[in-house]
Each structure stands twice: as C-alpha cells, then as structure tokens.
Nanobody, 126 residues
Framework: VQLQASGGGLVQPGGSLRLSCTSSGYTLDYYGMGWFRQAPGKEREEVSCASTSDDTGFYSTTYADSVKGRFTISRDAATNTVYLQMDSLKPEDTAVYYC????????????????WGQGTQVTVSS
C-alpha cells in the first residue's frame, strides 16, 4: 500500500473524526495532498487539499464549500502524515474518504491525482 487512509468510523451528527493519511514509501511532505470522498451513487468529490510547506512552515489549503468551516487539513512532516480533522459532522458527510496526490505536481495542490489510498469509511448517523 503506497498511501493509507485511516480513522474513519461511525459518529453521531455533530461529532468529530480525524482522518490520517500515511505512506510507507513516500515522503508526503514533498507533495501536494488531497482528500476526496465518494458517497454511494454520487461522484467523487474533492474535499480539501494542502500544498507543501515553505521554509516558514506555511502551506496553502483549499476546501469544498460543503465543508468550509468544519473540516481542517493539516500536515505533520515528523510523522509523515496528512490529517483531515472533521468537526460538526452531518449525515451528508457519510462517504468513503480517500487521500491522494500527484507526485509530479511540484508541491502545489494537484489538478489531477495519480496516487490514491484505499479509502476509509465515514458514517454519520444517529
């Protein structure tokens, strides 16, 4: 497995989960990293992306309108992990969540993705 997403589960509406994306073969700090989700019967949706960090540790982020203010993407180079903190979860957030990257993107948020993790299920239900 080249990218591995984890941290999914069952949570009540209004609850929180933190997803993690790790890699045993790649240094994720070198790549722009994205989180996607796909719900049954729906197209895959890009949820968030983080560019690589600059010398000050700053990295740019993007969010889908549907998750702005509720989800936060972050990077931890020390643990080679990219996180997606999901707060105020809603039933419509239920989906399989994937992390992905494009190893040729030059550190920016990719416009296309070519390396995908296996996905982790998030279910928001009472």
């Amino acid at each position: 497995v080249q990218l591995q997403a984890s941290g999914g589960g069952l949570v009540q509406p209004g609850g929180s989960l933190r997803l993690s994306c790790t890699s045993s073969g790649y240094t994720l700090d070198y790549y722009g990293m994205g989180w996607f989700r796909q719900a049954p019967g729906k197209e895959r949706e890009e949820v968030s992306c983080a560019s690589t960090s600059d010398d000050t540790g700053f990295y740019s982020t993007t969010y889908a309108d549907s998750v702005k203010g509720r989800f936060t993407i972050s990077r931890d180079a020390a643990t080679n992990t990219v996180y997606l903190q999901m707060d105020s979860l809603k039933p419509e957030d239920t989906a399989v969540y994937y992390c992905a990257t494009d190893r040729t993107s030059g550190g920016q948020c990719p416009t296309r993705y070519e390396l995908w993790g296996q996905g982790t299920q998030v279910t928001v239900s009472s």
